[in-house]
């Protein structure tokens, strides 16, 4: 089975730090861009960041630049996404998506940032 599984959410206070893993199964994820969103309640699900299949192009969105870094190990077929400084409007559904002509999701991991 083809699936992409996120892990490494959880309840952080505010200035806190995780790190989220995205592993794939059934595929190789060597040729796909990977890309992290989040959905908060009662929004639209937003783009983070991205990174290219060989992990030399990666992009943030302005309001995590600084804080959130995107890397991958293809040898271990997963993504990370750090996320340092946390603060309470990065709480959120946080999902991975790999990207080469097909598209997979995976089924999200719950980060909660607050005190």
């Known amino acids: 089975q083809l699936q992409l599984v996120e892990s490494g959410g959880g309840l952080v206070q505010p200035g806190g730090s995780l790190r989220l893993s995205c592993a794939a199964s059934?595929?190789?994820?060597?040729?796909?861009?990977i890309g992290w969103f989040r959905q908060a309640p009662g929004k639209e699900r937003e783009g983070v960041s991205c990174?290219?299949?060989?992990?030399?192009?990666?992009n943030y969105a302005d309001s995590v630049k600084g804080r959130f870094t995107i890397s991958r190990d293809n040898a271990k077929n997963t993504v990370y996404l750090q996320m340092n400084n946390l603060k309470p409007e990065d709480t959120g559904v946080y999902y991975c998506?790999?990207?080469?002509?097909?598209?997979?999701w995976g089924q999200g991991t719950q980060v909660t940032v607050s005190s």
């Open positions: 998506n790999a990207e080469y002509g097909v598209s997979y």
């Open positions: 059934g595929f190789t994820l060597d040729y796909y861009a």
């Open positions: 990174i290219s299949s060989s992990g030399g192009y990666t």
